[in-house]
């Protein structure tokens, strides 16, 4: 990697650390003094200072940040977890003189932890698949959506089977549409995973099918909804839930949008206050895995639809603690829609 892409020196404007950045791909980039790390910049950071009227032409000490978080080369082995302490996407290795020898990416740290060794968990899975999977019709009028193939298995075996490598084998699964269907699969020797079948008897929202488990589940569990999966360490999320004490976790995945247009910044008489080309949003995203500690359950009323997304809004008015882990987009499949499942289907083929 040629770190030079992701450097600028002090004294170039704002509008050179954009081109820099929009180079690099990355998002970022490391302001600094000679040789020596002196600051950090984003390209969040460049979007806001244009948005409040600041000039390109400004130079790029105007909106940098002068404590940048950064690793000695001795304490590399941290940045991971730094990186998700942090909530942030890079952090520099530096030498005794302050001078940039490396940058850990958070989009590169998958790519290592996969050729770890797995740390064994052993807590329960809860998978969430009760649902009509109406996005995927016409496909689930004839097969549930946990049942919907990816490749050589369902969407539901691959969910399983990557908690499996984590020791994750207690699977409960949460069934209504065409459950027949779906217990009828698992029942085949050739599949079996050994899943306990949770019945809902009318529909009652992703909170009110899992209240169905208050009183079974006595320990953290993990909770995946059927269509989706995640590439990220497992155990480090667990680690982040519990030295959090969380009631619930969210595991999020950040997402950036692009708006195609030129926009117009206007004041309340419409006079033009400025201009962007193609602003881009950032956005944490709820991917639909959770981790969830049994009192949570307590917190759901009985016998009422509701959606778990209700039920953690109505912790955080309780003041119960509720945790947001942060993932990169490309770290999460969502095969919900038909443009979605084939790209599911693309990238695990390249695995």
Not at 220 to 227: H, V, Y
Request: proline share 3%; hydrophobic share 35%.
């Amino acid at each position: 990697m040629d770190i030079r892409k992701y450097i600028v020196e002090e004294n170039i404007s704002v509008f050179e650390t954009m081109r820099q950045i929009e180079s690099g791909a990355r998002g970022i980039v490391f302001v600094c003094k000679g040789q020596k790390l002196y600051a950090v910049v984003t390209d969040g950071d460049v979007r806001r200072h244009i948005l409040c009227g600041g000039s390109l032409e400004d130079p790029v000490s105007v909106i940098a940040h002068k404590m940048p978080v950064y690793l000695k080369e001795e304490q590399e082995e941290q940045a991971g977890s730094l990186m998700l302490q942090y909530y942030i996407t890079a952090i520099p290795i530096v030498n005794d003189d302050g001078e940039i020898i490396r940058i850990r990416f958070w989009k590169d740290e998958g790519d290592n932890k996969v050729k770890q060794e797995k740390r064994r968990l052993n807590i329960p899975l809860v998978i969430m698949a009760g649902g009509k999977g109406t996005r995927l019709k016409p496909y689930t009028d004839i097969l549930p959506k946990p049942l919907i193939p990816v490749g050589d298995k369902t969407i539901t075996e691959h969910i399983i089977d990557r908690f499996a490598e984590y020791d994750c084998r207690q699977v409960s699964m949460i069934v209504n549409y065409k459950k027949d269907l779906i217990k009828a699969y698992y029942a085949d020797s050739e599949v079996q995973r050994g899943i306990h079948f949770v019945e809902e008897m009318e529909y009652m929202g992703t909170g009110g099918g899992l209240k169905l488990l208050a009183g079974e589940m006595k320990s953290t569990f993990f909770m995946s909804n059927c269509d989706i999966l995640v590439d990220a360490d497992y155990a480090e999320i667990l680690d982040y839930h519990k030295q959090s004490g969380n009631i619930i976790t969210m595991v999020c995945a950040e997402k950036k949008y692009e708006i195609p247009y030129g926009t117009v910044r206007t004041d309340q008489n419409h006079r033009v206050l400025g201009l962007e080309e193609k602003p881009q949003f950032e956005y944490r995203v709820n991917t639909g895995f959770y981790v969830i500690e049994p009192f949570f359950l307590e917190q759901i009323p009985h016998n009422t639809f509701v959606h778990i997304t209700d039920v953690i809004e109505e912790c955080i008015t309780n003041g119960e603690k509720v945790g947001c882990y942060l993932i990169h987009d490309d770290a999460w499949m969502d095969m919900g829609q038909f443009d979605e499942l084939e790209e599911m289907k693309k990238r695990l083929e390249n695995l």
